[in-house]
């Protein structure tokens, strides 16, 4: 396999265009491809229409009751939803502890142009570091409602995600789909984002419709056709495409179905947002991919906030209008350069959706109406145009978009008005397509004052090094590089395979501790300062009334976070050690290892200004088994780093998770 080239599954489906050509085979396609010759367009649509017809014979399609569901309507119009991590520093404050949706919110405004959902994700890569499951990982953390009714009051929809290969964890009373029906119900949330889901189970959308009739399903990748009649939406990764655009599926079966294009390791978006504009779908801007760095370059945010104020502005022309895909009103001048677009028509109202696959700007004739009457608006640059009778000429910027609506004598007030606002407001395109680089930094170790009291040590020597650094690559990489760039699908022995590198480094002489600090150790600390972290939520929870419990004195102290394990190492005179000098530090007589075995802090902490992480060493008695998207476990040599993605609101405490002092 290419990791650059689709595989064959994602390939759009040809359409086949001979009077007896069976169509059913269409009903599992991702995009029903365009024809290389545009002689061609005239049948191929009319095979799209003929297709269209069996497939609602087939499923025995009700008209769409689904879409009419008090309380669902927004879904078709969410035209741009952001996958974010919990802890993204856009969202949680670490230096107070809070959630910043304010910021959040403002920043998509900024950036892409407003979201209209979000999807708190929160467990993955994590999942699996201890018996917590994903529930957890939403019960537990503090200010979770009150950031769904901040979102709410600033006029976002939330998504939970559910995770249904999380099943080697700890198992609650209850079956996932009570489990995650019990979530909407105490948090509000108005949708249901399926990983690695098609379609979710019968009886899972069942129980979360109990709480919540109105309750959204987003599946993953190519929904059924049989699930889009109770699937309000479904996001599209790991869709290719022909020159021309072709037609998602699953949107021109039901035209209320909102889909969300991503491509989340590209740095290059304008195939997907071009997809989406001719479709009149929506996009999932994922900026941050479980810590990978992947943030939009300007000009395609530039392209998303023109696409999102015009999709917004004629959604229900998008929605309910009469649609041609591939529009013959584009002269070949023009069509040979790379532009195509759709046309979309609605009570005297007509809106056309251009792209331009070239590089190089198309100036020229776009259209050639036949219809010329009424009031023309590029709706996406503002700039003033119009139509004669050779047609309208425009400007179709290369690998970006163009909006032409048109507006009749009887079309309504309030479409004029639209249509006069965002045809005068400029909105020009970028061309800076440079990929937004944001490495992530290592936090420099801080510099120990007073003598050190942390008790026996090994000494490390001065000197330069050559370390062999063994890791697992997941989706989170392991520095401050995407583990894949421009890559199609990664998967197996691509993904989750082991990987190794080697890092020369120069260390100074250091004391590593020989052990990893104790809970009696710890309560000195207490005692002697009096120590509350800011956060408090799981801030030692395996303590009882303030104390360890009887018999465990002598373990190592866990369900301490990384400023929890800093503060006890700067009292003592020392700081913890980076992942190298424990590194080293394990390969020499005298280090030891405490039972029951717990992963080390290390003083690796890395930020990129969205994201957080440190390196963990040494592995733990704790193993999830049942997938391989759960974080690591189990005993690991001296080489083994493991990447954890930081998180908030004290759920970095972990009762695999302890660590050492060093000087």
């Avoid at 595989?7 to 059913?24: C, Q, T, Y």
Wanted: glycine share 8%.
């Amino acid at each position: 396999m290419n990791p650059l080239e689709p595989r064959p599954i994602d390939l759009p489906a040809k359409v086949e265009l001979g009077l007896r050509a069976d169509l059913s085979f269409l009903d599992d396609a991702k995009i029903l491809g365009a024809p290389e010759d545009p002689a061609d367009l005239p049948r191929w649509r009319g095979k799209l229409a003929e297709w269209l017809m069996g497939a609602y014979d087939r499923t025995g399609y009700d008209g769409g009751s689904h879409y009419e569901e008090p309380g669902r309507e927004w879904t078709q119009t969410a035209y741009s939803v952001a996958l974010v991590w919990l802890w993204d520093e856009q969202l949680y404050d670490v230096a107070t502890g809070t959630f910043t949706p304010e910021r959040f919110v403002r920043h998509g405004i900024e950036d892409f142009g407003g979201y209209d959902a979000v999807v708190l994700w929160h467990a993955y890569p994590v999942v699996g570091i201890d018996s917590r499951n994903q529930f957890d990982f939403y019960r537990d953390v503090p200010g979770l409602g009150a950031l769904v009714d901040d979102l709410h009051r600033l006029g976002l929809k939330v998504f939970f995600d559910y995770n249904p290969w999380d099943v080697g964890t700890r198992r609650a009373e209850r079956p996932d789909a009570d489990e995650f029906a019990a979530l909407v119900a105490d948090f509000g949330a108005d949708g249901a984002f399926l990983d690695t889901l098609k379609e979710g189970d019968p009886a899972f959308t069942r129980a979360l419709r109990a709480v919540n009739p109105a309750i959204a399903f987003e599946g993953e990748s190519r929904l059924p056709l049989a699930r889009i009649s109770d699937h309000a939406l479904s996001w599209a990764q790991w869709f290719a495409d022909t020159r021309a655009p072709g037609v998602l599926r699953a949107h021109l079966f039901e035209r209320r179905h909102m889909m969300h294009h991503t491509r989340r390791w590209n740095r290059d978006h304008s195939d997907e947002l071009q997809s989406a504009w001719v479709n009149g779908v929506g996009i999932l801007v994922w900026e941050s991919v479980f810590s990978a760095w992947v943030g939009w370059n300007a000009r395609d945010r530039a392209t998303l906030r023109r696409v999102v104020a015009a999709q917004r502005a004629f959604a229900p022309v998008l929605i309910h209008g009469d649609w041609i895909p591939l529009t013959p009103e584009i002269p070949d001048k023009a069509r040979e350069h790379g532009v195509f677009g759709s046309r979309f028509e609605l009570a005297d109202v007509t809106l056309w959706t251009l792209i331009n696959r070239d590089e190089h700007d198309f100036e020229g004739i776009v259209l050639r109406s036949e219809d010329q009457v009424g009031d023309w608006y590029d709706v996406t640059s503002g700039v003033p145009i119009t139509a004669d009778d050779d047609g309208v000429h425009l400007t179709v910027p290369g690998r970006g978009v163009a909006g032409v609506v048109r507006v009749g004598a009887t079309a309504g007030a309030t479409c004029r008005t639209t249509a006069r606002r965002l045809g005068t407001m400029p909105r020009p395109h970028v061309r800076d397509a440079d990929f937004p680089a944001a490495p992530a930094r290592r936090i420099p170790p801080p510099t120990p004052v007073g003598e050190p009291a942390f008790g026996p040590a090994v000494v490390v020597p001065a000197g330069e090094r050559s370390l062999v650094v063994r890791y697992r690559r997941r989706e989170t990489g392991l520095y401050d590089e995407a583990p894949y760039v421009e890559e199609w699908k990664p998967l197996p022995p691509r993904l989750h395979d082991q990987q190794t590198i080697r890092r020369d480094v120069t260390l100074a002489e250091v004391s590593v501790a020989v052990r990893e600090v104790t809970n009696a150790e710890y309560a000195e600390f207490l005692a002697a300062t009096a120590y509350r972290p800011l956060v408090a939520n799981r801030f030692l929870a395996h303590w009882i009334d303030g104390a360890p419990a009887p018999g465990t004195e002598d373990q190592p102290v866990t369900y301490v976070d990384l400023a929890d394990a800093r503060a006890y190492a700067e009292w003592r005179g020392g700081r913890l050690p980076t992942e190298d000098e424990w590194q080293v530090a394990a390969g020499l007589d005298g280090f030891g290892r405490a039972e029951p075995l717990v992963w080390n802090w290390t003083e690796s902490e890395h930020r990129d200004g969205r994201s957080r992480f440190s390196i963990l060493k040494g592995g733990s008695w704790y193993v999830a088994e049942g997938s391989d998207w759960y974080a690591d476990g189990g005993p690991q040599e001296p080489e083994v780093s493991f990447k954890l993605v930081l998180t908030g609101g004290g759920l970095d405490r972990s009762e695999t998770i302890g660590f050492r002092c060093a000087r």
